[in-house]
């Protein structure tokens, strides 16, 4: 990697400000149902403390939109962080402010303070440059080892770094450096499985991936999309309606290209996520989708067809589930798949916080050749961009 990383630096007694992705998914009754970005982080905080470093730890956690707002709170993560650590891991109140500044002030070296969620303030998905000062100077060096976070240009993944020294962490070096060489000269046919929720963010991706890859299946909320600009009705599913012109752009652009662009044909509809709904969940034609029902995974004729295309592929990057899978109703599709990509003897990367969060569940995970914490972010690698992120860090010399 051609950054420096937090071996290049001196951090005894230093106030160090360390970036993670704590974004890690909850249970319905808030549980954190997997801790793989939790684990992730551990080589670089448990480094800066033997080292003698005052470390400071800072996240965001879901989409608060700028409000505080305690059902986004990080206490989970400060429990569970402590039970990985060994010991307790104080939350500060806020990410700003005299508290937070009284609390670093008392730090001595080798403890760990966390920082409540950024994206309390506003200023942070701004990347408002006052805001980046006042965490800057909490610290005396910024670490970066949010990979799930680095394709984002926050105060706090971005900003924070015109302040103070800016480094990357271990973790964000090795994802980098892992996909990086996975993807320079990848074997084809490359195949991409997209789906998820974050439609709107992901979505604008596919036009650089159509240059790279020669088959891109499509599933989970992303499907919807596509299959309203195949002139399907999608009733009361998840859908960015002002992105269908564009959907429709990409299955042509595909096209022209020769790249294999799958959707479903088969979806699983329920009028909602709860159980005993009636009708119950059931699989239907895409032409069938219900007026008042949401379609909630790729159905079974979808799901094997989409199983078949992996055989043949030398290399599988995979982003979003490909049904609402933390329900078993709506499992299926994705089950099918993490089997398909784990059964493959091709390289395979499965990126983002759920869609790890369900190869592990499905207990596949030791079979995926690189699983990755970024989402967004690996998708956005892929497409050959330099993520902000790692951008703002200081060059090796
Ligand atoms: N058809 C669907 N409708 C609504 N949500 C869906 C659908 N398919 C998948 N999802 C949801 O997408 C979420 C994950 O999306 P996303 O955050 O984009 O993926 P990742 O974290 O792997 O990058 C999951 O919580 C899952 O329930
Ligand atoms: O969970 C994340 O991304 P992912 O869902 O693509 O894996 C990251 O923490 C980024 O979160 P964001 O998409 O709210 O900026
Ligand atoms: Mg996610």
């Not at 986004?72 to 990410?95: F, M, T, W």
């Not at 805001?131 to 240009?153: I, K, M, P, Q, W």
Request: aromatic share 4%.
């Amino acid at each position: 990697m051609k950054k420096m990383s937090v071996k290049d630096v001196d951090v005894r007694d230093k106030r160090v400000l360390v970036r993670v992705d704590f974004n890690v998914p909850l249970s319905e009754g808030g549980q954190i149902t997997d801790d793989t970005r939790i684990r992730a982080a551990l080589p670089t905080v448990q480094y800066l403390e033997r080292e003698g470093a005052k470390v400071i730890l800072a996240s965001h956690f879901g989409r608060p939109k700028g409000q505080r707002n305690l059902k986004y709170s990080l206490k989970p993560v400060a429990e569970r962080l402590a039970e990985l650590l060994g010991h307790p891991v104080p939350l500060a109140a806020d990410c700003v402010g005299d508290e937070v500044r009284d609390a670093v002030a008392k730090l001595q070296p080798g403890e760990v303070l966390l920082l409540e969620n950024v994206r309390f303030h506003p200023e942070e998905e701004r990347n408002d440059p006052a805001f980046a000062r006042e965490l800057a100077s909490l610290a005396d060096l910024y670490v970066n080892d949010a990979f799930g976070t680095a394709h984002r240009a926050h105060a706090s993944t971005e900003g924070v770094a015109h302040y103070i020294p800016a480094v990357a962490g271990f973790l964000m070096q090795k994802e980098v450096e892992v996909m990086g060489k996975a993807l320079e000269a990848p074997e084809h046919p490359f195949m991409a499985i997209i789906g998820g929720a974050k439609v709107s963010d992901k979505i604008g991706v596919i036009e650089n991936l159509l240059a790279k890859v020669d088959v891109l299946l499509i599933g989970g909320g992303m499907a919807n999309t596509f299959l309203r600009a195949q002139g399907y009705s999608v009733g009361k599913s998840l859908l960015e309606e002002d992105k269908v012109p564009l959907a429709q752009d990409l299955m042509a652009k595909a096209k022209a290209k020769g790249v294999s662009l799958e959707l479903p044909t088969d979806v699983v509809v329920a009028p909602g996520l709860g159980e005993g709904v009636t009708p119950t969940p059931r699989a239907v034609a895409v032409s069938d989708i219900p007026a008042e029902e949401m379609a909630l995974d790729i159905g079974p004729a979808s799901a094997e067809r989409f199983a078949s295309r992996v055989a043949p592929a030398r290399t599988i990057v995979w982003n979003g589930p490909l049904g609402v899978f933390e329900n078993p109703a709506f499992a299926k599709g994705t089950e099918r798949m993490a089997q398909a990509v784990a059964e493959s003897p091709a390289l395979s990367i499965v990126g983002g916080g759920d869609s790890v969060a369900a190869v592990r569940r499905m207990g596949v995970a030791d079979r995926i050749t690189h699983i990755s914490t970024g989402g967004g972010a690996s998708l956005e690698f892929l497409e050959g961009k330099t993520l902000p992120g790692v951008a703002a860090l200081k060059d090796r010399a």
